[in-house]
């Protein structure tokens, strides 16, 4: 089956910080790749929407310079937290879209935690 | 817009009780509906889905049935086990759209 990885899967940093987040697709051609941010009491908030080879579509709210994303290849969508801070501590998860898959079908990574201290 | 509304938890039962996880949505059209699972520490997993008004998801034990006179999709299983302990998404995706739209997500803990 379709397998998405993230990594890392838990990082600690300092307040100031940036931190990058990896999002592969390990068996498909991911052309879509989406960001959510988890908080507490699981409700689940996507951040962006990224497009290979193109500018990714954030939501309403959500600070696209602060939350940068990148989706270089087909295969690989990054998302660096900039000058982090403690309120950014949350899970953060992606999901892939697999071309040849019917268009609702996502696959999830599996989260990576972020700490800012 | 379209959204997803799900019973607040958390839920809990105790092995090998019913479970019903209601869930309704607002939406234009026809949309397809999704339940996904979410073990502690790790990402979604697609659980069940259904595609079209009648179509009954099943996976694991689970089933959904996608109502569209009650505009529901509500998750049951007959017989709970511990390891179904998790959060339960419910979500539907309108065509045209690149996009998921999710409850806010229901915790169950099922004791033994």
């Known amino acids: 089956g379709a397998v998405v990885s993230q990594h890392p899967s838990r990082v600690i940093c300092k307040s100031g910080t940036s931190v990058k987040i990896e999002c592969r697709s390990l068996?498909?051609?991911?052309?879509?790749m989406f960001w959510y941010r988890q908080f507490p009491k699981q409700s689940l908030m996507l951040m962006a929407t990224?497009?290979?080879?193109?500018?990714?579509?954030?939501e309403q709210g959500v600070e696209k310079d602060k939350f940068l994303i990148n989706h270089a290849s087909l295969t690989l969508s990054t998302l660096t937290v900039t000058s982090a801070h403690p309120e950014d501590s949350s899970f953060y998860i992606c999901?892939?879209?697999?071309?040849?898959?019917?268009?609702?079908?996502?696959?999830f990574g599996p989260g990576t935690r972020l700490l800012v201290l | 817009g379209d959204s997803v509304t799900q019973m607040e938890g958390p839920v809990t039962l105790s092995e090998e009780a019913f479970l019903t996880i209601n869930c309704t949505y607002t939406?234009?059209?026809?949309?397809?509906l999704f339940w996904y699972v979410q073990y502690p520490g790790e990402g979604l997993q697609l659980l069940l889905k259904?595609?079209?008004?009648?179509d009954k998801g099943s996976n694991k034990g689970f089933e959904a049935t996608y109502r569209k006179e009650t505009t529901s999709f509500h998750l049951e299983k007959g017989s709970v086990q511990v390891s179904d302990s998790a959060v339960y998404f419910c979500?539907?995706?309108?065509?045209?759209?690149?996009?998921?739209?999710f409850g806010k997500g229901t915790k169950l803990t099922v004791n033994p």
């Open positions: 999901s892939a879209r697999d071309a040849r898959a019917p268009q609702e079908t996502q696959y």
């Open positions: 068996d498909f051609q991911a052309t879509t």
């Open positions: 990224s497009n290979e080879g193109s500018k990714a579509t954030y």
């Open positions: 939406a234009t059209g026809y949309p397809s």
């Open positions: 259904a595609t079209k008004a009648d």
């Open positions: 979500a539907l995706h309108q065509g045209g759209s690149e996009k998921l739209v």
